[in-house]
């Protein structure tokens, strides 16, 4: 079966159609790219659920924090591209699990470094790679070139939008 990016490029309408019947035709398209890149996420986030019992961004975070031991709430809600209020919420899901803990640093106890616990190692251990996530992994594949034109062009399509929700920025694709 073609990849659905060479249906595209094939189709009639890019082919042999009007300029008009062309965008209409490559609008199709990104509309059924864009379905098949948020099912896929979907499916992702679903697997992991099942198989882990913690959600993908939870994943993510517990991989972050086993990579340095002692990550601040902080840095982990900048290294997730997170809100902090949405990070310690997250933390506080994992602490319950009995798959992280905070401790107080030193003298300045408003600072709380994150540590993996045993069963929380034992679970990255065994879930399936990778822990940042499948839209995280292909991003970080595209070429530089590649990687630009996207963020412009959704930045384009996002200031079009009439009701974006900035605030998403900051947020899980699926919920935690």
Known sequence: MASLRTRIHSSPALR???ARHADEARVQAIIQQLRVLFRSLQ???????EDCGVSAAQLWALWEVQLEPGLSVGDLSQRL????????????KLERKGLLE????GRDQRVVRLFTT???QSLLDHAPAPAQGELNRALQALP???LAALEAGL??????METPDEKAALK?????
């Open 102 to 105: 905070r401790q107080r640093a």
């Open 172 to 176: 899980p694709i699926a919920d935690d």
């Open 155 to 160: 930045g384009d399509l996002l200031d079009i």
């Open 144 to 146: 530089a070139d590649s």
């Open 81 to 92: 591209s997170i809100h902090v209020s949405t990070a310690s919420n997250m933390l506080d």
């Open 118 to 120: 045993p069963a929380g």
């Open 16 to 18: 042999h159609g009007s």
């Open 43 to 49: 499916g992702h986030s679903r697997r992991i659920q």
